[in-house]
């Protein structure tokens, strides 16, 4: 089986490979890889040859959530974290397991366990790929809920341009040119939104394609959106994402 994981504690990616040596010696774990900024170039090159992934869900940059919001995971992830905050999103993707750090060698062997008894009942990896795929099927929120005076409404997800944050508060801008704040934080909202409409161009924007007017080459190798509507705050793609809006807006 080759494994790839996605960590950006070396003592932690340590501790996983030499756990999953202890679990069976054929184990080879093709690569470690500790940031969105690398790992996501890199399982879009090099993805099937992939049989499995192990997930910090926060690294440096960002959650490995993001990945599947960039480009096709399409094979079993098992998520590991400090914390049990992320598990419902965790079980949106592709997740056979969700384990707690400290990682220990009986959780990983539970899950390793889990995922060959249904290796077993599909037969191989080659047949598990379809049921994977399937699991990770979802649908995609179509409308938000927000509140307007003494009333709420719900806005359809055509007409939303972008989500943005301010500190804590995240509000969308509807076609109507006015923002309506949501209980929602822009990192739970990759989660809800269909990555081929929606691209978090930076850590506290979320842009609709439809919405996009131009794309202009701004300073520092990066780009500067103006949309097709009104908004009275600059929207620019940060460096790191520069490469991955390219291929989203290009429609690959």
Known sequence: MKVVIVEDEPLAAEKLERYLHKYDISIEVLNVLASLETAIPWIREN???VDLYFMD??????LSFEIFSSTTVNKPVIFTTAFDEFAIDAFKVNSIDYLL?????TELSKALKKLKALQRQFSNTATLT???QKLATKSF????????GHYIRAVSIQNILLFYAEGRDVSLLNTDGKSYPIDHTIEGLMGLLDPK???RVNRSCIVALDAIKDVVVYSNRRLKLSLKHPFDKEIVVSREKVSDFKQWFAGN
């Open 47 to 49: 993805n099937a040859q």
């Open 57 to 62: 869900v926060q690294l440096t940059d960002g």
């Open 101 to 105: 750090k400290p990682i220990t060698f």
């Open 130 to 132: 379809p049921v994977i």
């Open 141 to 148: 929120k179509d409308r938000f809920l927000v509140r307007i």
């Open 197 to 199: 409409t929606f691209f």
